[in-house]
């Protein structure tokens, strides 16, 4: 028996936008721009300072500075009023260095713990919209990390988990909680267990199947972007072979926590997250060639999300 053609689409052209992922009829769609146009809000003319998103990054170590820094410009440049960034003392001097536009908040331990977690939780800005956590991030305690998840989800503030973050034993406690996880395949393997095959369809399946489970958000980073929340899967098909130096993931990180700081909706905005992403890639690409840094990809940020902006009166 074949596949049933997917709700609401009447004609091949509409029907290309679509993957057929099993017998019951779901499908996963590819992102375009007219979805993502009405994912990304608009900002009031009289707005003020704050009420376009605030932001906490939580990163950074004494190997991968550079990080956080690289998810915090990324927030900025996607138009987040203010963000804040957690990094260990040891670094704070560098980071805040690195650009006048970042807030840093030194953490009291090299590495994250149940007493830095703590200390920090009693420095960070009431208010806040939405965190990232992990990029670069060493942990010498997991329930240092799971403290942050738990006491930040509970001020109800969106939470995006990626790199060091994405460990198994903080599953239990995402249940209900709107968070995005931005795993690649081989941090999706130490999460649920499994390493995603190279086949498309395999792939949604299974984002499918731990989404749907753990009530939460996946991102499933790679030539195609998987995004799903267990009930609807988007694709974002970047294929470019330039996106896979290092930092890269990290703006996405930080793409995630500015949509997440505007549109509560962790699908729409880790969407939104990975198109702009994949767009600021292509104008990298464009220029550089195979020769991108991470760098490259905040640089254009701004352009690759320009043609969203629109006023609200």
């Known amino acids: 028996m074949k596949n049933p053609t997917p709700p609401l689409v009447k ?11 099993d017998c019951r009829g779901l499908v996963a769609l590819k992102l375009s721009s007219a979805i993502i146009r009405k994912f990304i809000p608009g900002r009031k003319t009289d707005s003020r300072k704050g009420q376009n998103g605030k932001v906490l990054v939580v990163g950074g170590s004494y190997m991968y500075h550079g990080a956080p820094i690289l998810a915090s410009l990324a927030a900025l440049r996607a138009g987040s009023d203010l963000v804040y960034t957690a990094v260990p003392k040891i670094n704070a001097s560098a980071t805040r260095a690195i650009s006048p536009n970042l807030i840093v908040i030194p953490m009291v331990d090299a590495k994250l713990t149940r007493g830095s977690a703590n200390k920090l939780l009693g420095q960070v800005q009431s208010g806040l919209d939405s965190a990232t956590i992990g990029m670069g991030l060493a942990i010498a305690d997991e329930e240092g990390l799971k403290t942050l998840i738990r006491e930040l989800s509970a001020q109800d503030i969106r939470l995006s988990l990626d790199a060091s973050a994405l460990v198994s034993s903080i599953l239990p406690i995402l249940s209900q909680k709107n968070i995005v996880l931005t795993p690649h395949a081989g941090e999706f393997q130490r999460l649920f267990g499994v390493l995603p095959s190279n086949k498309i369809l395999d792939r949604i ?3 499918e199947k ?11 980073k790679g ?20 996106m896979t130096v290092g930092g890269t993931g990290d703006v996405l990180s ?10 509560r909706n962790t699908l729409e905005s880790a969407s939104a997250a990975s198109f702009v992403n994949g767009i600021a890639g292509k104008m990298a690409q464009k220029k550089h060639g195979f020769h991108i840094v991470a760098t490259d990809l905040v640089e254009n940020i701004s352009s690759a999300i320009k043609p969203f902006d629109k006023v609200i009166r």
Do not use: C, W
Request: hydrophobic fraction near 35%.
């Open 254 to 263: 930080g793409l995630v926590a500015a949509m997440l700081s505007k549109n």
């Open 210 to 220: 731990y989404a749907h489970e753990y009530s939460i958000t996946i991102l499933l």
């Open 205 to 207: 399946k299974l984002v």
């Open 11 to 21: 004609n091949k052209t509409e029907r290309r936008k679509f993957i057929q992922t």
């Open 223 to 242: 030539p195609t972007d998987i995004i799903s929340d267990g009930n609807k899967t988007y694709l974002n098909q970047k294929n470019l072979p330039s």
